[in-house]
Each structure stands twice: as structure tokens, then as C-alpha cells.
């Protein structure tokens, strides 16, 4: 049986909003690999290698801690979601996802999605000579970058709009509802509810599965991958990608942009590194800043991980942000090194049955934002006078305001 030791955790997740949770993470992983956190009841896995073993049970001896909320976490996340499904039907929906999101079938959509969208949002700021980047660029990129992929309209602003602010109330689910309150919640039911009925009508406009965008390719391939396939499979799995890709992402982002205005000569090692200290950039970025702090699952059965009992139905959460900056597993851990002999090597995507599987679409919108910028507006830098970004969220985070001053560009947006 498990013990629940007194006082071992010097904070707890819920005091995470309201102060430096880097800080935070050295405190609470001198305490031990494995911690328990009174205030929220949760086992709390702090290193590299503790969140590595945890998550690797997650098929089996692990569950979403959403399920705790019984109907509401069908109706939010989709009872056929990647999120809820298990056993085979989770694999061969994985593996489809995997597939059509990976690099080679992916590569079809950076310059006519992800490099359009990217420059189409420069250019409505370019010739200013400044801007509020979270706003302007980065919390837009990801959702007209999901929309590309899936064959919506992401060039149309109204629509785009709806989609946006329809989806809010579910990421504030996410963010923050494992600490949150039940008006958390029903909002995100309502949200979903309307996000379903405005990609229905795209939906079954592509029912006859030949195009190349990925709803028409869910009602192609969908029918080997669920018995009794049908609209509501391609809803729920079109918003899940929606949703998973959205607010992560422009977390992503921003800590990218930031991190390039920050770091002395940072900006300039990347570019003078090219496509290698580019893409490893990223990867760092990744690494340090991952937009998803943490995750929690609830057991299914009594589990030993990381030399810790934990009893049945317990919340255990792996706290990746602290595993991705531990310094017994990674050299150097709090720096940035555009050398890094394994830049992959982080699990800012998860690991295990669970891992990210539009990893390749958040790569390339960070890969091209930082090739933009560095292009297009080089001398960007952080406004004196304006008010400066801190580090906001919860289980996911982001540097926001990014109020940038930088020399007009007054040319036709380039690649």
C-alpha cells in the first residue's frame, strides 16, 4: 500500500500560477524523484527519467485523469477520441495519426499552409514598425495551420474568429480544470458543442474522401480504422486536433520569439548556424520552455514506478517541465546549446502510447516563425517602454505581452 508522507512537498501544483515554476521545480525535485502533493492528492514524478517510466505504463495501468469527470470528459474530448480510446483501436488510430502527420506526407503543406499563414500574418504588422506578437502572430498561427491541414477556411477571418474564440473555454478546461471548478467545465461542454456544428458542414461536404486534406482522408481511411465509423468520429477527431494544436503550440511559439530576443547573440548564432541550428533551436526551445508543464493520469491498479508504490485510482502526474531541465540527465541542463548531441531528447510531445502525434505540425510552425522573423524583421527587439512578457498559465504556459519595435518592411512578404 502507498503512503501519503506530511510535508514532503514544498509547494504544490496549484501554487504554480503564482509564481516561477522553474524555480519551484529545483525545490520540489530536492525533495525526491517522487513527491506527494497534499493540496492536490497527486503523486508528482519530477525527473527525466521517473516521468519516462510513468508514462510508459500509460496503456495499461494508467487513465486520463479527465475520466474522473465521467460524462463530461466524453463530451469534451470524444469517447472515441485518441485521448479515451484503448487497446488496438488506440494503436491503429495513433498509427493513422502518426502517418498522415508525419514528416514526408506533413512537408505538402509548409509552403502552401504553414509559410502562407506565417508571412500572411507578418505582412498585416510588417510595415508598422511594431507589434504585440502574442496577439498579432503567435496565439494565430496554430489554429489557421490545423485548419490548412484539415481543408478549412483558413484565409477566412470571421470564420477563423468563430473557431478561435469557440475554443477558448476548452483550453481553459485543460489549463486548469485539474485544479479548476465545475463552471470550467460546462463552459467547455457548450464550447464543444458549437465548435462540432461549425465543422459540420465541411465535413459532409467531404464525404466522398478524395481530396488530400486530412478531413477527406478521415472519411476515406476511417472505416478500417473504427467499426461503425461515422460523422461523429470525424468531429471528434478534427476538433481533437484542433484543440491539441492550438493553444500548445502558440505556447511554443512564443517562448521561441521571446527566448531570440533575450538570449544575447542568440538570434544571430541561429542564423549563422543554418538549417541544423535552426531545427535544433527548436528543439531546445522545446525542451526548456515546453508549452505542457505537466500531465496527470489516475491508475487503474496498484503500480510500482520509480521504486514508489502507488495504490489504485491515485492521480499521478509527470512533471515535465521539471524532467526536461534535470541536471542528472541532461549536461547543462538550463542552457541553450545549438550542439546538443540528441536535440530530440526531450519529452515536451510525452512518451510512450500517449506521445504527441502533431509533434510534426508544431515543429514546422515553429521551425517557419523562426525562419521568418529572422528573415523579415531581424532587428526585432523588445520594447523598452511597453509592458514587459512573464511566463502566464498553468499546465500550459507562454510568454505573453511580446511588444517588439523593429525597422518597417514595407516589401512583398518573402518565403
Known sequence: ?????????????????????FEVYEAMRAEGDVIWDEQTRAWLFMTATGC??????????????????????????????LKLLTGEQHHKLHRWWLKRLG????????????????????DRFAADGRAELYSQYAEHLPVRAVCSVLGLPWQDDEWVGSIFETMK???????YSMVGDEDTVNAARRATK????????????????????LISRLWLDGPELLDDWSVKDIQTNSRHLLFA????????????????????????????GGEKALRNYVEEVLRLYGPVHYRGRITNREIDVAGTKIDKDEFVVAMQAAANRDPNYYKNAPEIDLNRPSPRDHIAFNFG???????????????????????????????????????Q???????????????????ISRP
Open 1 to 21: 500500500m502507498s503512503s501519503h508522507p506530511e510535508g514532503k512537498c514544498p509547494y504544490s501544483l496549484k501554487d504554480l500560477n503564482r509564481i516561477n515554476p
Open 52 to 81: 519516462r517510466k510513468l508514462m510508459q505504463q500509460d496503456m495499461e495501468n494508467l487513465r486520463f485523469w479527465t475520466t474522473s469527470l465521467g460524462e463530461a470528459a466524453d463530451d469534451i474530448q470524444g469517447r472515441r477520441s
Open 103 to 122: 514528416s514526408m506526407e506533413l512537408e505538402q503543406f509548409r509552403e502552401s499552409g504553414i509559410r502562407s499563414i506565417a508571412n500572411m500574418l507578418v
Open 169 to 175: 473555454p476548452i483550453q481553459q478546461f485543460f489549463n
Open 194 to 213: 458549437k465548435i462540432e456544428s461549425l465543422l459540420l458542414p465541411f465535413i459532409e461536404e467531404r464525404r466522398s474522401g478524395t481530396g488530400t486534406d
Open 245 to 272: 494544436g492550438s493553444e500548445t503550440t502558440v505556447s511554443a511559439i512564443s517562448s521561441a520569439l521571446y527566448l531570440l530576443m533575450t538570449e544575447k547573440g542568440l538570434a544571430d548564432r541561429v542564423r549563422d
Open 353 to 391: 502510447a500517449h506521445n504527441c502525434v502533431g509533434a510534426g505540425l508544431a515543429r514546422m510552425e515553429i521551425q517557419e516563425t523562426v525562419r521568418i522573423f529572422l528573415d523579415r524583421l531581424p532587428d526585432m527587439h523588445l520594447e523598452p517602454t511597453a509592458e514587459p512578457p512573464r511566463l
Open 393 to 411: 498559465g498553468h499546465q500550459a504556459r507562454n510568454f505573453s505581452p511580446l511588444n517588439v519595435v523593429f525597422t518597417p518592411s514595407r516589401g
